[in-house]
């Protein structure tokens, strides 16, 4: 995996996911969101970036929040995960 995309999925993790320090859990199951249901949820985004047209809802930020935001969508709204 390449880091830039590592860290992303890092910094998804550490709002999302981390048990330690979590600022939004999101659950299923009972359980907590994984990195790699994180990844997936992005490959859901890129897909998402790829086929956007110019002025399109879907732009990449570089993996800022708002970037953060949309996998968390993704993950609520395809995957089935709940912000608590």
Do not use: H
Request: charged content about 25%.
């Amino acid at each position: 995996m390449n880091p830039v995309l590592k860290n992303f999925i890092d910094y998804v993790y550490s709002f999302y996911g981390c048990p330690d320090d979590v600022l939004y859990p999101l659950v299923k199951d009972n359980r907590m969101v994984t990195k790699l249901e994180i990844y997936q949820a992005f490959k859901v985004y890129k897909a998402k970036l790829e086929t956007a047209s110019a002025g399109s809802f879907y732009t990449w930020g570089d993996g800022d929040s708002l970037d953060r935001e949309r996998v968390r969508d993704i993950l609520i709204d395809q995957f089935n995960f709940t912000l608590q």
